[in-house]
């Protein structure tokens, strides 16, 4: 005869109503008793667990002036003021930090400029150092938790994207100028002795998170969001699942450098900069035209694009040059991953209206497959921020229960 562990069975039942509840909003027991398969009884002792741990809150039931008699149903949700989650987007130059509560409600952000790998002549400096890094990760944390007047001790986990590959560890390889390993910098490491979970992911990898689940490709389980600044990246799902790859480099796009008309991974920011520069230098901008009065030393892409359009004589060159490259760079990544969609990500991407048709037409006539769908993301320069944030709450759910219950005891 099989005896079963009542205690291991309780704190699975338990795991299981808290990760149903997770992003269930507001609900009843019986909701959870049909997703889960868990009986009234097992449910209700689940949940009056959960709301002595501190995890739920059971919301006022009375029942409505005018309605039946009766006993209302008893209604729930997860208390978003349980703990702190933080997602850091740890880039070469700024870092951003998004403190948000244990919903993902957002209730801090915060930026500000570090020095990076190479100095603005765009030289390797020589003074740089691997903790310079993580204090600028430490610093960014505990400057959003106090926007809020809370601690470290508030923070269940944290999530930090880096411009880098990044295993399944945490890890990143070595590169020649030594790029990645201060980009990475040991963050992991260093948060993790801090913090009860840390999850660092490459930056396009957590841009394909937040697109995932707050953005475009919700619902979608084959796709890739490609961030398009300066450099491309991209962070790749299949099958549902990130996919990272032995070292990282799954979403790295290292082989476009390989590809004619490309040569690299310079992403449309950097060519409508060098675009715009040339024509201001060769005076191919009229004097009458907004452009004309850019600094060829101050430009800003998403204010370049906000306005431009296929019937302005000036833009329309620049946003063919842009079409034809988004459409091969997606005709390459249609090939490697077989998507059903491409999400185009990045503060540029609301502008690239125009530019997203054309290379949605060339890809079209390109492909031997179904062609994937080509949109631009509604998330801004925030999405490696809160990409960052939704795998600080997956990885909070992991052991955000046994961590409760531990200091609960204590």
Known sequence: ?????????????????????????????????????????????????????????????????????????????????????????????????????????????????????????????????????????????????????????????????????VDGQGRSPSHSAGFWQYMNAGLQEALAQVFPAVRLENDAALAAVAEGTLGEARGCDHFVAMLSGFRLGSGVFMEGRLVRGAQGGVGELEALRYVADLGGTWGLGDLTVKWIRAALEDGRIPAEHPWAELSPDDLSTQRLLADARMSDPVARPLLEELGAKLGLV??????????????????????????????QRQLSAEAELEAPEIVASELGGDVVSLGAVSAAREAALEIVLPLLSERNTL
């Not at 610093?139 to 880098?164: C, E, F, H, K, Y």
């Not at 390459?332 to 059903?340: K, L, S």
Request: glycine share 10%; net charge negative; hydrophobic share 45%.
């Open 1 to 165: 005869m099989q005896f079963i562990d009542v205690g291991l069975r309780h704190r699975a039942s338990t795991s299981a109503v808290l990760e149903f509840a997770w992003d269930a909003g507001v609900f009843r027991a019986d909701h959870v008793m049909a997703a889960c398969g868990l009986t009234r009884s097992t449910t209700l002792s689940a949940l009056d667990t959960l709301i002595e741990i501190g995890l739920i809150r059971e919301l006022d039931s009375s029942p409505a002036t005018g309605t039946r008699l009766g006993r209302p149903a008893r209604r729930f949700e997860l208390r978003g003021d349980a703990g702190l989650v933080i997602g850091v987007d740890a880039g070469n130059r700024y870092f951003t930090a998004v403190a948000a509560d244990l919903t993902g409600v957002v209730v801090a952000r915060e930026k500000f400029e570090v020095p990076g790998h190479y100095d603005g002549a765009g030289t390797i400096r020589d003074d740089r150092s691997y903790q310079e890094r993580r204090d600028a990760a430490f610093r960014a944390i505990d400057d959003v938790l106090s926007q809020v007047g809370r601690t470290r001790n508030d923070v269940i986990a944290v999530g930090v994207g880096i411009p880098a590959p």
């Open 330 to 359: 997606c005709s390459v990544i249609a090939r490697f991953y077989d998507p059903e969609r491409i999400v185009v990500c990045g503060s540029m991407a609301g502008a690239l209206g125009e530019v997203i048709e054309m290379a």
